[in-house]
């Protein structure tokens, strides 16, 4: 499986940024997909995951701001990221899990200048 990332970049605070995510297989073969994001120094943390049945999860930092959507056709998720701040700095990683494996893409930079 390969997932393709991009959409990264600098923005300044209070602006947006729109990620995507294109996977190699139908994504109704996975349990879900989503994102996570690794800050520097710290570690990789979840952002956003949808479930196959569609229920969506936020990490607390990122609720209100970002919305994770799918298009079953493309086979792509996306990441919209509003109201960025400076903390939302990161290398951010799609990622995709079926019953066996985690899949992950190969990340996208944020930065978030004040």
């Known amino acids: 499986v390969q997932l393709q990332a991009c959409g990264g970049g600098l923005v300044q605070a209070g602006g947006s940024l729109r990620l995507s995510c294109a996977a190699s297989?139908?994504?109704?073969?996975?349990?879900?997909m989503g994102w996570y994001r690794q800050p520097p120094g710290k570690q990789r943390e979840l952002v956003g995951v949808?479930?196959?049945?569609?229920?969506?999860n936020y990490a607390d930092s990122v609720k209100g701001r970002f919305t994770a959507s799918r298009d079953n056709v493309t086979r792509t998720i996306y990441l919209q990221m509003n109201s960025l701040k400076p903390e939302d700095t990161a290398v951010y990683y799609c990622?995709?899990?079926?019953?066996?494996?985690?899949?992950w893409g190969q990340g996208t930079q944020v930065t978030v200048s004040s």
């Open positions: 297989r139908s994504l109704f073969s996975f349990k879900g």
């Open positions: 990622n995709a899990f079926d019953a066996s494996f985690d899949y």
């Open positions: 949808i479930t196959s049945g569609g229920s969506i």
